[in-house]
């Protein structure tokens, strides 16, 4: 049995990796390459695909999202081993909506993912990307009549604008020093 002091520490190890997983899933669906460089091990080695790292990251992903427009990476199960106070490993299921050349695509994903601490920050070490399956949607959900959320949940919502419309007023603000909603 682990001391309390080890134990919390392992606890917010966990809770720091979890946020790896979904500040990715968030600056990938945002195009936020910034964000995704920062997450990742600089020292990590260069590998093949499926295996992604600091490099494939740094050079390859404008490459990936180019073509792909709106994209919802909804992060599930997360199941993470700590193996030390600085290296842990961990397997992440993802299911990914995401408009592909003017298809509509539905993904499942498996990541199996190394962790490692450098500067007391939890980074992606190694990502190796696993597709389940890719499959088309019948209807492109982008298509559809305006929603007019709340007075119908049905049809297209105001997103991806509002969000980057928000980002932009958070730029803003940030740049002012202003931390006032």
């Known amino acids: 049995m682990t001391d309390m002091p080890d134990r919390v520490e392992q606890l917010w190890a966990i809770h720091e990796i979890q946020q790896l997983a979904y500040r990715y ?3 990938f669906d945002s195009r936020d390459l910034e964000m995704l460089h920062a997450l990742w ?6 590998l093949p695909y499926p295996d992604i790292t600091y ?10 999202l180019y073509g792909l427009g709106v994209s ?20 992440v299921y993802c299911r990914v909506e995401m408009e592909l050349e003017g298809e509509f695509v539905d993904q499942s994903i498996l990541y199996q993912d190394r962790y490692v601490r450098r ?8 990502r190796r990307h696993l597709l389940w399956y890719g ?22 919502g105001t997103l ?9 007023f958070q730029r803003i603000k940030a740049a002012r020093g202003n931390s006032t909603n």
Do not use: K
């Open 160 to 168: 991806p604008g509002d969000l980057e419309s928000f980002q932009a």
């Open 25 to 27: 899933a968030y600056a």
């Open 135 to 156: 499959a088309p949607r019948p209807a492109n959900p982008l298509e559809l009549p305006d929603a007019n959320w709340p007075a119908s949940p049905v049809g297209r």
């Open 55 to 64: 490099t494939t990251v740094r050079e390859d992903f404008d490459q990936w």
């Open 72 to 91: 919802v990476l909804n992060v599930g199960n997360h199941i993470i081993e700590i193996d030390d106070a600085d290296h842990a490993h961990g397997t």
């Open 119 to 126: 500067d007391d920050r939890w980074l992606f070490h190694v």
């Open 41 to 46: 091990d600089r020292d990590a080695p260069v």
